[in-house]
């Protein structure tokens, strides 16, 4: 028996499961993973099968429709805005039920519940909530030693998404043949303290290539970092087959990596599981997050919240009384850290 028949599942027109016996309404589903999207068009891997879908009239009303790359949705047509709070309500990495169309296509009737989702505000004039992968099993946050050096401030934002959509969080850094050994230690032993997993890699040495291998096995994973860090390079390495383009060496800034990854896309692993690589992404903005949620996504904030004279209400920016505060002086809580959470704040303010 294929897969395909193995995952199928008996649902009602409607979309609900029916009982059996009730089969003269039913139509045979199928169930898939969403790997890819792009204008309204659905890639669904259903065992070693792809199968390009559409999605049923029910699911279309409720997507805005994209006039450009899915992956930097800035203009769409807006339909009936008044009922619709997501972009698309399919996201890669969403399992779905399919019918089959016979013809090696499919209709998408339904999108089974999320474990979880990663979120951005969708940078197009209404505040809408786009999904850039459903059911993500952890984000690896990609920075290179070097070329281009790693900021780590755009690091504490990349944990707060995590934190904020409750993903764990690791991280990798790339290019470590182009540094001394121990240079980022002291960087990276705060993240570890904070419980964070380090793993550091170079593609050219060939360090650290099994253990990022194994940090992906078997889960579904999404590589956030900026563009030219070495996140495709590290796939290529770590999947050979894979052949994904890499960044030409850029004749322009030195370090600055042009944008060859435009789509994103689930790639399926050998080991088991699968990878998100994003196309750099700028406007990664939280979504719905407030700043007393914002505290609660700093580890080592945690035991704090609360404390201040002013209680929660404390934004830990100088009011007297704060503990958060007392705690950076101290010496207990790094300074870089806290610096970030004011900087984030003050963006999920505006
Ligand atoms: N020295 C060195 N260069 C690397 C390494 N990995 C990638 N690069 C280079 O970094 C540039 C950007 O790589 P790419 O994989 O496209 O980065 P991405 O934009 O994050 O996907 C390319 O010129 C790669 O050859 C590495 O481990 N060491
Ligand atoms: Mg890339
Ligand atoms: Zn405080």
Not at 118 to 132: M, T, W
Request: aromatic share 4%; charged share 25%; with cysteine.
């Amino acid at each position: 028996m294929s897969a395909v028949v193995e995952d199928t599942l008996q649902v009602g027109l409607d979309g609900g499961l029916i009982a059996e016996g009730d089969q003269a309404s039913a139509v045979m589903l199928s169930q898939g993973l969403v790997t890819r999207k792009d204008r309204g068009r659905y890639m669904v891997r259903t065992g070693e099968k792809a199968v390009p879908c559409t999605i049923s009239a029910m699911l279309r009303k409720r997507l805005l429709y994209p006039l450009r790359d899915p992956a930097s949705l800035g203009h769409y047509e807006v339909q009936r805005v008044e009922d619709i709070e997501v972009v698309d309500p399919v996201a890669i990495g969403d399992q779905v039920a399919f019918v089959a169309a016979g013809d090696g296509t499919g209709m998408i009737k339904e999108v089974l519940p999320r474990k979880s989702q990663l979120s951005r505000r969708d940078p197009g004039p209404i505040p809408l909530e786009q999904v850039l992968v459903a059911n993500v099993d952890q984000m690896v946050a990609v920075f290179a030693a070097a070329r281009p050096q790693p900021k780590w401030h755009l690091l504490d934002r990349y944990l707060v998404i995590a934190e904020a959509a409750g993903i764990p969080a690791r991280i990798c850094i790339t290019k470590m043949d182009l540094v001394d050994a121990g240079a980022v230690d002291d960087m990276l032993g705060l993240y570890q303290d904070l419980g964070y997993p380090v793993t550091l890699t170079s593609t050219v040495g060939g360090q650290g290539l099994t253990a990022f291998r194994d940090d992906l096995r078997g889960r579904i994973s999404v590589l956030l970092g900026k563009s030219g860090v070495g996140k495709t390079s590290l796939l290529n390495a770590i999947e050979p087959g894979l052949g994904l383009k890499v960044n030409a060496v850029s004749t322009g800034k030195i370090g600055k990596g042009r944008h060859t990854t435009t789509h994103l896309e689930l790639v399926p692993l050998s080991v088991g599981g699968g990878v998100v690589d994003t196309p750099g992404m700028r406007e990664l903005a939280l979504w719905h997050t407030d700043r007393q949620e914002l505290g609660a996504c700093f580890p080592e904030l945690r035991p704090y919240l609360g404390a201040c004279k002013f209680g929660l209400s404390c934004h830990h920016d100088g009011e007297p009384g704060c503990v958060v505060r007392e705690a950076v002086d101290n010496g207990d809580i790094s300074r870089a850290r806290y610096e970030s959470y004011l900087r984030i704040a003050q963006d999920a303010d505006a």
